[in-house]
Nanobody, 124 residues
Framework: QLQASGGGLVQAGSSLRLSCVASGQIFNTYVLAWFRQAPGKERDFVAAISWSDGATHYADSAKDRFTISRDGAKNTVYLQMNSLNPEDTAVYYC???????????????????WGQGTLVTVSS
């Protein structure tokens, strides 16, 4: 089970840190990821991290602004988001895939476990 939190209403240029706590054991083969879905749009990949070695992967929209990290002791994945803009407004979901990272990991269909989502609203 995944529990996401940390969303809110912020102004453009602000920062937010999202958290996703996983209950139960996360195995080293897992990939933990963040996706987002704006109203009327598809659920898009944002960032992912391989639990085993901490390797990270980012969508172009997230590079240089967002940072994904993990805390093994807390079974938690974070998404630090800086320089937010209104286009970042969406519901952000954390997800887990028991498989190792591969090219299909950028698609939400690859993920089995999902959190409930946390809303991020960025005002201009």
């Amino acid at each position: 089970q995944l529990q996401a939190s940390g969303g809110g209403l912020v102004q453009a240029g602000s920062s937010l840190r999202l958290s996703c706590v996983a209950s139960g054991q996360i195995f080293n083969t897992y990939v933990l990821a963040w996706f987002r879905q704006a109203p009327g749009k598809e659920r898009d990949f944002v960032a992912a991290i391989s639990w085993s070695d901490g390797a990270t992967h980012y969508a172009d929209s997230a590079k240089d602004r967002f940072t994904i990290s993990r805390d093994g002791a807390k079974n938690t994945v974070y998404l630090q988001m800086n320089s937010l803009n209104p286009e970042d407004t969406a519901v952000y979901y954390c997800a887990a895939d028991p498989s190792t990272w591969y090219e299909g990991s950028i698609y939400h269909q690859s993920y089995i476990y999902w959190g409930q989502g946390t809303l991020v609203t960025v005002s201009s």
